[in-house]
């Protein structure tokens, strides 16, 4: 397959390598391509005035934008920095191959934004990992004041969990929250955010099993005869 996955700031609190680094770079040791659209900041990559580049980061094809973010900002700030990678996100994913299927994290949330509208565009399932209740955690933190906006968030929250395909949460705290939020159970998978390495792209390729890809020729529904897989060993 040909999966995107979409994280605006990947190791955001410097807690080492992300898992979507880990989870794309086996995924594609399994035979799948994988894109990364991310921020420079995320790969360390000083684009200076250009607003977008190219890098293979650990073998992995990485699209990276010029957005600027740090924790310091205001609100309506940081508001501008996420809409600008959902918009920027959005018209490259657009210019690249058909995706068979796209994954996203939040926060923030707005990540959703562009995933949506590339599921829509090429008619592609779409995975959320929720790492982390939005817009809750900003308005727990006083980060998030503006009633507006928490709105927007709530509207943009519902439609999210209800267009996602599959949602993943990193803890079963987590996963409960999303349940009693009207969406679908069977939707709710959980892998912890410890699970590393050929575990997490396996439990990853379990969440993706009964999903409908229109891209694949043959057999539209994966499983697991259609899951490349490495010989131990090589």
Known sequence: MHIYIIAQYLNLYEQGEDRFFKLGRELNSRGHDVTVFTTSSAVDLDLGKK?????????????AFNVYWHLQMGGL?????????????????????RPDLIITASPPLTTALPALKLSEFYQAPV??????????????????????????????????????NRIISCSIGVAEALKGRLVEQEKVHVIEEETDGRLLSEKYEHVFKGLVFKGLSEKNKLNDSSLPHREEGK
């Open 77 to 97: 700030k940081k508001m501008f920095a996420y809409l600008q990678f959902a918009r920027m996100t959005s018209r490259q994913g657009q210019r690249h191959p």
């Open 51 to 63: 607003k977008i580049g190219l890098v293979q980061k650990n073998g992995l094809k990485t699209i």
């Open 127 to 164: 995975v959320i990992e929720i790492r982390e209740l939005w817009p809750d955690g900003p308005v727990q933190r006083g980060t998030l004041r503006n009633r507006l906006l928490i709105k927007a968030f709530r509207r943009l929250e519902h439609k999210a969990y209800e267009k996602a």
